[in-house]
């Protein structure tokens, strides 16, 4: 069965669900306000209305220690009762309706009743087989990815750090600013560049960065992260992937970053095939606060989201 065809009948068997449901619900309500109607007489006033020939025609729906008697009036005319006597209480009253001509009907079980008791019970049964139903299909699947019109979701979260040396370029998001100091590492050390490979490597679930892109490949060593996005994207092309948005973050306490963000969006659109518009940047300060707050280092956080291609 395919899938738009599993999920029509699920769809089909909720409302169906929810149709019995509906029913029951009636049922009960009509039940309560049939027994509104009714009139619950005491034994005496029972009696006093057979006495007085008021009562047209009765039956006796037998259980174990009670009888439950329901019937019609004389007068006022269609007006229905209902009284529950004692068992050892029968025979003399039995008796008395004869006497008194009144047609009298004996059940073993109230259909009625019976009735009612399925009305409920089985939109309750279908619906709980429902929803078990819905919850082992879930289980036996495991946890489905977010669906969109595009196709799944799947989401990664990407984070960097390098520490700051004099004489280093700053490199940020493929762009290169003037500063004293950079990040230090086997690569340009581009903190933003690697948060967000990781993101998107994390959300195709094709690893990390560490392990594409090694510090011990001697090929690496100084080269632009760019390369690494292109790399990157290659790699969404070959799962049939594509990437939806990323939101990055990246924390350092000099120099601004926020004039070179235009920059850095269109560099690393460029690299990750995408439109500028996909890429939203933050930047941070850690307000003096460890080797980050004291200019010693600077760090990026990420997320990206995939869908199919």
């Not at 619900?25 to 006093?48: C, H, I, N, T």
């Not at 008796?95 to 008194?100: A, C, F, H, M, S």
């Amino acid at each position: 069965m395919s899938m738009s065809s599993s999920s029509r009948a699920k769809t089909i068997l909720f409302w169906m669900s929810i149709a019995f449901v509906g029913v029951m619900l009636w049922k009960l309500v009509s039940a309560s306000g049939q027994s509104a109607r009714e009139d619950e007489p005491s034994y005496s006033e029972f009696m006093a209305k057979i006495d007085a020939g008021q009562v047209k025609e009765v039956t006796m729906y037998l259980s174990q220690n009670s009888y439950e008697l329901q019937g019609e009036y004389v007068i006022p005319a269609n007006r229905r009762f209902r009284i529950t006597i004692f068992k050892e209480a029968a025979p003399d009253l039995t008796k008395t309706l004869r006497d008194k001509a009144v047609k009298i009907s004996v059940r073993d079980l109230r259909t009625g009743d019976w009735t009612l008791t399925l009305i409920t019970v089985v939109p309750l049964v279908l619906l709980v087989g429902f929803w078990v139903f819905l919850i082992r299909q879930m289980q036996s699947r495991g946890v489905q990815p977010l669906k969109t019109r595009q196709g799944d979701v799947r989401f990664g979260l990407g984070y960097d750090l390098h520490r700051l040396d004099a004489g280093r370029p700053f490199v940020v998001g493929g762009v290169e600013i003037p500063f004293d100091k950079g990040p230090v590492g086997h690569s340009d050390g581009d903190v933003l560049a690697h948060a967000i490979c990781d993101a998107v490597l994390g959300a195709a679930g094709a690893g990390d960065i560490g392990t594409l892109f090694p510090d011990t490949d001697p090929q690496w060593k100084g080269v632009s992260s760019l390369i690494f996005l292109d790399q990157v994207a290659k790699v969404l092309q070959d799962r049939k992937q594509s990437i939806g948005y990323i939101d990055a973050v990246v924390i350092a306490e000099k120099p601004k970053l926020g004039p070179h963000f235009a920059a850095m969006k269109a560099t690393l659109a460029k690299s990750l095939k995408i439109k500028p518009e996909q890429i939203s940047l933050k930047a941070k300060t850690n307000e003096g606060v460890d080797a980050v707050g004291r200019g010693e280092a600077i760090a990026a956080h990420a997320i990206a989201t995939l869908v199919n291609s």
